[in-house]
């Protein structure tokens, strides 16, 4: 078509003009709409979409705008000492749309009551006395979890978002109960979560009785990093949610009210 246009040679009948036309027509509107195509996934993602109109297709519209992976690592021993402190904090801020992180708040925490970790429990977390030394205590921890919410803006009320974690124990016993020992109070975006156990045995029709272990291998994935290291095993949790929501499945809370 272009040919006819540049060789002196051929002479385009009139009768065929119209075609012509309506062809190149056709040719650059193509064009111009795989280039806005293009600019609107730039757009998406500089506004924090992080994938393409396509990825996000293929998921299904979820309750909430972010899904906040949390998984605890305490002060532990055999036989278990008392009080239990949180030694390791992650947070994995989850976009509900696409699935992936936007955002990771992690810190470790200087135990006050049992300072000194046991053997026990280096071996089973990986965390060693060099890495509590010295760190902020729970209360400055939670203070720092609370300016991360504010500066992710998930403290703004149009905002809906909420914790995930692997069983019920880190925010309903292991906070609760160290909030309390110490005189702290517990902050409300704490007091609901989902428990990935439960929304796993919904979708799957099974109990995974070894936690992430079990659903990594019911989902056929590969386990990412250390069991029992705190943020290794929030990017397991998010992988198994990212696997889920592909799958179709909805998240919902499964924590009773406060």
């Given amino acids: ?52 109109m396509a990825a996000m297709s293929a ?22 000492i008392h009080p239990q402190e949180i030694i390791e904090f992650p947070i994995l801020k989850l976009n509900g749309r696409t699935m992936e992180i936007e955002s990771t708040f992690h810190m470790y925490v200087q135990p006050v009551v049992h300072p000194q970790l046991t053997p026990f429990c280096t071996e089973l977390t990986g965390i060693i006395q060099g890495m509590v030394d010295g760190q902020p205590s729970l209360q400055q921890v939670l203070e720092r979890v609370d300016e991360w919410m504010a500066k992710e803006g998930l403290l703004d009320p149009s905002v809906k978002s909420i914790f995930v974690t692997c069983g019920d124990w880190d925010l309903k016993v292991m906070l609760p109960g160290q909030c309390q020992y110490l005189g702290l109070p517990v902050g409300d975006y704490f007091k609901q979560w989902i428990n990935l156990k439960k929304a796993y045995s ?10 992430l272990l079990d659903m990594n291998k019911g989902l056929n994935l590969q386990h990412i990093g250390r069991p029992h290291s705190g943020i290794d095993d929030c990017k397991n949790i998010a992988n198994i949610m990212k696997t889920l929501a592909h799958r179709g499945f909805i998240f919902k809370q499964t924590s009773k009210p406060f």
């Fill in 1 to 52: 078509m272009v040919a006819l246009f540049h060789t002196g040679a051929a002479k385009i009948p009139p009768s065929l003009l119209p075609r012509v036309r309506q062809a190149l027509c056709s040719h650059r509107l193509r064009c111009f709409l795989q280039g806005c195509g293009s600019t609107v996934n730039r757009k998406l993602a500089s506004h924090g979409f992080g994938a393409s």
């Fill in 59 to 80: 998921f299904p519209p979820q309750r909430y705008h972010y899904f906040l992976v949390l998984d605890f690592e305490a002060t532990c021993d055999k036989p278990q």
């Fill in 202 to 211: 919904f979708a799957m029709g099974s109990w995974p009785k070894n936690g």
